[in-house]
């Protein structure tokens, strides 16, 4: 069998050229081995999206807990506020607790 022709054609050459085989395993090394690879980045930018989330969230609850703190500078939604959250009540006063049933048969 001789070998002449396909050593010959023009996309064996260039993959026997030494430049593309170098780079060639650059780019491999670059994508996935190497500690700054693709993979790597694409797994921290998830991160710092379900970080942004998280914070996003919380600065709504913050927004949300200073709204209630405003509230609550006033006596009658304090009072308000305790009746509900903590089930205080008046001195001759009865507090009745309704729970329903949530589960549907």
């Known amino acids: 069998m001789n070998l002449r022709p396909i050593k010959k054609h ?17 780019v491999i090394w670059m994508l996935f081995l190497d500690e700054n690879s693709y993979l790597t980045h694409r797994k921290f930018n998830q991160e710092i999206k379900e970080l942004e989330t998280w914070i996003e ?41 309704i729970e329903f049933d949530t589960i549907k048969k």
Request: glycine fraction near 0%; avoid cysteine; charge should be positive.
């Open 10 to 26: 023009p996309l064996f050459k260039t993959l026997l050229n030494t430049y593309a085989i170098i780079l060639t395993v650059f």
């Open 57 to 97: 969230y919380h600065k709504q609850k913050i927004a949300i807990d200073k709204e209630t703190i405003e509230k609550l500078k006033d006596s009658l939604e304090m009072e308000k506020y305790a009746r509900e959250k903590y089930l205080m009540k008046k001195e001759n006063e009865d507090i009745y607790i």
